[in-house]
């Protein structure tokens, strides 16, 4: 089966051509002028941009959190994410019971009949002893290259300085990439505690009580730890402060290999959201900080401080007692109502795979605060790169996988819940205008969305092996 785009105008990291592209069966197999082919379907693109498949590499499918499960699994995560242009999606797997294999077995096969885009997995590592320790170095024949560490949490995800020095050992020795969560797990515990004895349970007292000064000195903790555990390639994910750009800076100025990543919610919102009445939508870890942050935030996107461009994705219902239609079936998953009565009980996380793309394409392209091909570069070319999918994924050349988002620039519409097709009764991009859209979005030369249809199936996406990824710094 062979599919014939033309006209169309390819954006990449790199460059902007007036080109057509041929793919046959999962892959591209030309890109040129004046292409043709006997028996392929032609898609006339003439006026739209031709863009590879975005890769979110921080989302959190089906993951259990307090007595709830974050809303999207690896079937209607995965649907939202292509109707907003992305085709891959990397995972985070719990460090549960058992060895890091057996974690991994588990949450394969929660994916894979579910997962209707591709997808590849980060390992969290919450408990470390010498036995994990020798585990990890078996992670890359997994398919796995990076792996995650909290500096909060305490007592349920966080490791001590000490072990994630030695994580940091382990894993560069292995090929494998540290990301880190940076916020100080033991003053944000100080200060709930206080928060909670003092009466103070309403939503903003989940930023109040996790500062910014946490994440800017746990930021530069990692990178200390990382720099001496010999110089281990480090990534800092969900960047949300100032500080932590310039802690970026300064790491790279001492010959760090320590890159970072963006989300949106962190260049739209501030705490002032967590004020309001329903304030608890946008409960997340780390918390929105100020207008100062979203800008220095910015300005390490558009002069290539901060490398990619993920969203977190970890939903939850705003009010998970009212079911919503999804699929033509009532669904409803207890979420932020659990947490009514006290910002600790808010199950924190957002809906944010199927926004990304479209809400930065507006907000960075249309303004333009990123090229075009720096935003190709941010949401699909840097993350596979650095998480080791490159170039079957994040670029448009002869070879790789024909993921493919086919954007209409000129498109206007008014966003929100109901375009977006997250499994969630909120979005926090409501009644934004938007201009410029995927209209058409292929996986592996599959149709998967065709203006507001959708062709994917659970199951039809495929773990994706990724290997020993670049240090883009
Ligand atoms: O609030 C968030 N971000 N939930 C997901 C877990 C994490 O720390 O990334
Ligand atoms: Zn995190
Ligand atoms: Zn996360």
Same mark, same amino acid.
């Given at each position: 089966?062979?599919?014939?785009?033309?006209?169309?105008?390819?954006?990449?990291?790199?460059?902007?051509?007036?080109?057509?592209?041929?793919?046959?069966?999962?892959?591209?197999?030309?890109?040129?002028?004046?292409?043709?082919?006997?028996?392929?379907?032609?898609?006339?693109?003439?006026?739209?941009?031709?863009?590879?498949?975005?890769?979110?590499?921080?989302?959190?499918?089906?993951?259990?959190?307090?007595?709830?499960?974050?809303?999207?699994?690896?079937?209607?995560?995965?649907?939202?994410?292509?109707?907003?242009?992305?085709?891959?999606?990397?995972?985070?797997?719990?460090?549960?019971?058992?060895?890091?294999?057996?974690?991994?077995?588990?949450?394969?096969?929660?994916?894979?009949?579910?997962?209707?885009?591709?997808?590849?997995?980060?390992?969290?590592?919450?408990?470390?002893?010498?036995?994990?320790?020798?585990?990890?170095?078996?992670?890359?024949?997994?398919?796995?290259?990076?792996?995650?560490?909290?500096?909060?949490?305490?007592?349920?995800?966080?490791?001590?300085?000490?072990?994630?020095?030695?994580?940091?050992?382990?894993?560069?020795?292995?090929?494998?990439?540290?990301?880190?969560?940076?916020?100080? #797990?033991? %003053?944000?515990?100080? $200060?709930?505690?206080? =928060? +909670?004895? *003092?009466?103070?349970? &309403?939503?903003?007292?989940?930023?109040?009580?996790?500062?910014?000064? #946490?994440? %800017?000195?746990?930021? $530069?903790?990692?990178? =200390? +730890?990382? *720099?001496?555990?010999? &110089?281990?390639?480090?990534?800092?994910?969900?960047?949300?402060?100032? #500080?932590? %750009?310039?802690?970026?800076?300064?790491?790279?100025?001492?010959?760090?290999?320590?890159?970072?990543?963006?989300?949106?919610?962190?260049?739209?919102?501030?705490?002032?959201?967590?004020?309001?009445?329903?304030?608890?939508?946008?409960?997340?870890?780390?918390?929105?900080?100020?207008?100062?942050?979203?800008?220095?935030?910015?300005?390490?996107?558009?002069?290539?401080?901060?490398?990619?461009?993920?969203?977190?994705?970890?939903?939850?219902?705003?009010?998970?007692?009212?079911?919503?239609?999804?699929?033509?079936?009532?669904?409803?998953?207890?979420?932020?109502?659990?947490?009514?009565?006290?910002?600790?009980?808010?199950?924190?996380?957002?809906?944010?795979?199927?926004?990304?793309?479209?809400?930065?394409?507006?907000?960075?392209?249309?303004?333009?605060?990123?090229?075009?091909?720096?935003?190709?570069?941010?949401?699909?070319?840097?993350?596979?790169?650095?998480?080791?999918?490159?170039?079957?994924?994040?670029?448009?050349?002869?070879?790789?996988?024909?993921?493919?988002?086919?954007?209409?620039?000129?498109?206007?519409?008014?966003?929100?819940?109901?375009?977006?097709?997250?499994?969630?009764?909120?979005?926090?991009?409501?009644?934004?205008?938007?201009?410029?859209?995927?209209?058409?979005?292929?996986?592996?030369?599959?149709?998967?969305?065709?203006?507001?249809?959708?062709?994917?199936?659970?199951?039809?996406?495929?773990?994706?092996?990724?290997?020993?990824?670049?240090?883009?710094?």
């Amino acid at each position: 089966m062979a599919i014939l785009i033309k006209h169309g105008t390819l954006i990449t990291a790199s460059e902007t051509f007036k080109a057509d592209i041929l793919i046959e069966g999962e892959i591209i197999r030309q890109i040129g002028r004046d292409l043709t082919h006997p028996k392929a379907d032609i898609i006339n693109a003439e006026g739209k941009f031709i863009l590879p498949g975005g890769v979110d590499a921080h989302v959190h499918l089906d993951l259990p959190m307090f007595d709830t499960v974050s809303s999207d699994d690896h079937y209607t995560g995965g649907k939202a994410a292509a109707f907003g242009g992305t085709t891959t999606v990397i995972d985070f797997i719990p460090q549960d019971e058992g060895t890091l294999e057996e974690n991994i077995e588990r949450w394969q096969a929660k994916a894979d009949p579910k997962a209707s885009v591709d997808f590849g997995f980060h390992m969290n590592i919450t408990r470390f002893d010498k036995e994990v320790a020798k585990e990890i170095f078996t992670l890359p024949d997994l398919g796995i290259t990076s792996l995650k560490v909290f500096t909060a949490y305490n007592g349920r995800l966080r490791l001590s300085d000490g072990e994630i020095f030695r994580v940091m050992r382990v894993a560069r020795a292995a090929g494998i990439l540290t990301m880190v969560h940076a916020e100080n #797990g033991d %003053v944000i515990d100080i $200060l709930v505690d206080e =928060a +909670l004895t *003092a009466g103070n349970k &309403d939503p903003i007292f989940h930023a109040k009580t996790r500062p910014a000064w #946490g994440t %800017v000195e746990a930021s $530069l903790r990692a990178a =200390a +730890l990382a *720099a001496q555990a010999g &110089d281990a390639p480090l990534y800092l994910v969900h960047m949300n402060t100032a #500080g932590e %750009v310039n802690q970026l800076v300064y790491a790279r100025e001492h010959g760090l290999k320590m890159m970072g990543e963006a989300c949106p919610q962190y260049l739209f919102f501030t705490e002032d959201d967590l004020r309001r009445e329903d304030g608890a939508k946008w409960v997340c870890s780390p918390p929105m900080r100020t207008e100062r942050d979203n800008l220095r935030l910015w300005e390490g996107l558009e002069n290539g401080t901060i490398q990619t461009m993920a969203t977190d994705h970890c939903p939850f219902f705003y009010d998970g007692t009212t079911p919503i239609e999804y699929e033509g079936e009532k669904v409803a998953i207890p979420g932020k109502e659990l947490g009514k009565e006290d910002f600790t009980k808010i199950p924190n996380g957002l809906p944010g795979v199927g926004d990304r793309m479209p809400i930065l394409w507006t907000q960075g392209v249309g303004s333009s605060r990123l090229t075009p091909n720096q935003f190709v570069a941010l949401h699909c070319t840097n993350p596979a790169k650095i998480f080791g999918l490159y170039p079957q994924k994040g670029t448009l050349v002869p070879g790789a996988d024909a993921d493919i988002a086919i954007w209409d620039p000129d498109k206007e519409l008014r966003y929100g819940v109901d375009v977006a097709r997250h499994r969630t009764d909120y979005n926090l991009y409501e009644g934004w205008q938007l201009k410029g859209i995927p209209v058409m979005v292929f996986l592996r030369g599959q149709k998967i969305v065709d203006g507001e249809n959708w062709y994917g199936k659970p199951g039809m996406g495929r773990y994706l092996h990724c290997h020993e990824g670049e240090v883009l710094v």
